[in-house]
């Protein structure tokens, strides 16, 4: 089956401008992670769906980053005001159930300029 | 709170070597542990996952990795090496606090020669 998919691949934006970042997980994973990777670093948590809600937002750097999962299916990661430091890969995963194995998505690339 | 450590950022071994990566980790109760792996382009892969019970765990591509409660470690090894098994290494721990959260180490880079 179809795993998780993450779109754009890439985006190339402006400091200062917004962007959203958007994530198809599995079908029928009720979990959903958000992580964020820099270059030469492991994943870094972001943020932990479980259904529609947000289980754990404690890795959100700050209020300029917000994630909705409405529906408990597809999710958004949305960026405001981006900075050059926000520049890195996100990464989208699933799972069945918190604890379990995550599957993960081929990340969107976030260029800020 | 929890967090990991793989003390090598790069190693490299000889084709047909045995391989073992280090991971230390830090959280008060039993934690879960994995390995990923990462190649260029692709995106992350689990390796193997451990959650209780036998300590030495099998994974995929022909890698194990053994829990020590006592060191805190979480071993990855392999016995024999291929050049296809070049690729960034991560070992990660989860843990139930309220919610769930998997943390990530910085990474291991395997670059392996002929």
């Known amino acids: 089956g179809a795993g998780v998919s993450q779109t754009p691949s890439n985006k190339v934006t402006e400091k200062g401008k917004y962007v959203e970042l958007r994530c198809d997980p599995i079908s029928g994973h009720t979990a959903l992670y958000w992580y964020r990777q820099s270059l030469g670093q492991g994943p870094e948590f972001l943020i932990y769906?479980?259904?529609?809600?947000?289980?754990?937002d404690s890795g959100l750097p700050n209020d300029r980053f917000f994630a909705v999962r409405p529906e408990g299916s597809v999710s958004t990661l949305k960026i405001q005001r981006t900075e050059r430091g926000d520049s890195a890969v996100y990464l989208c995963a699933s799972s069945t159930q918190q604890g379990y194995e995550q599957f993960f998505g081929p990340g969107t690339r976030l260029t800020v300029l | 709170a929890q967090s990991v450590t793989q003390p090598d950022i790069h190693i490299t071994v000889s084709e047909g070597a045995s391989l073992e990566l280090r991971c230390n980790y830090s959280y008060g109760a039993t934690p879960y542990l994995f390995w990923y792996v990462q190649s260029p382009g692709q995106g992350l892969q689990l390796l193997l996952k451990?959650?209780?019970?036998?300590?030495l765990v099998q994974g995929i591509k022909g890698f194990e990795a053994e829990f020590k409660r006592s060191q805190s470690s979480f071993n990855l090894r392999k016995p024999s090496v291929h050049w296809s098994d070049a690729a960034e290494y991560f070992c990660?721990?989860?843990?139930?606090?309220?919610?769930?959260?998997?943390?990530f180490g910085a990474g291991t880079r395997l670059f392996v020669k002929a």
């Open positions: 451990y959650f209780s019970g036998d300590t």
């Open positions: 769906f479980q259904g529609t809600g947000a289980a754990d």
């Open positions: 990660a721990v989860g843990a139930i606090d309220g919610g769930f959260k998997t943390i």
